[in-house]
């Protein structure tokens, strides 16, 4: 049930985020505008991290069937791919290590920050 409910907040998250893209239109998809306004309710304390917990341990377990679309896609225009890939493969590798990194990076700030406020 708890899960149920942590889906629900979630999913009214973005239909604010589009009720918000609709009244202010801004040059990016809702998704992105739903996770600054999470991202703003966990730093400000309105959420705490440890209510999501279940929501994020199914979404992690599952996380393949959200990229059977994107595979199917893949399928569909393999000849056109084909033709100019390397050039795919160098924006892919480029963009993936970009993520880890920056990935790594705050996640190290983060934990570095957390234990300045255990300490004090």
Known sequence: MKLLFEILLL?????????FHQVVPLPFPP?????????????????KPENWEQSTRFFSRH???F???????LMNYWREIAQGGWKLLVIIVSSTAVVLIGT????MIFKQRG???DGE
């Open 104 to 107: 790594a990076w705050s996640a």
């Open 63 to 65: 996380l393949v069937l």
């Open 31 to 47: 998704v992105l505008t739903g996770m600054a306004l999470m991202l703003l309710l966990l730093l400000t304390g309105v959420v």
């Open 11 to 19: 999913c009214t998250l973005y239909g604010v985020a589009v009720l």
């Open 115 to 117: 234990r300045a406020r």
């Open 67 to 73: 990229l059977v679309p994107v595979v199917v896609g």
